[in-house]
């Protein structure tokens, strides 16, 4: 494996973890109660939410392209 194959499941796992730290501020009770008065959740949620989704799939692709010749 080589550095490059490395950084993206580095990536990849990072985005999941942001995706699911997203997932539980978008659940949280600050953030239901920012949405039941405003219609919108938390911008932390959001922000967490949209980074996880970006470096989730930055990660997938470095990680499912095939590499080039070995030098």
């Known amino acids: 494996m080589n550095m490059n194959k490395g950084i ?3 990536l990849l796992v990072v985005g ?3 995706l699911v730290f997203g997932l539980n501020a978008w659940h949280s009770v ?5 949405e039941t008065v405003t219609g919108a959740p938390t911008n932390k ?3 967490l939410l ?3 989704a970006l470096l989730s799939i930055i990660g ?3 990680t ?3 590499g080039g010749p070995s030098v």
Do not use: E, P, T
């Open 8 to 10: 993206s499941i580095g």
């Open 16 to 18: 999941v973890l942001l």
């Open 50 to 52: 949209v980074a996880g």
């Open 60 to 62: 997938l692709f470095g």
């Open 30 to 34: 600050g953030s239901q109660v920012s």
């Open 64 to 66: 499912l392209r095939k």
């Open 45 to 47: 949620a959001i922000w």
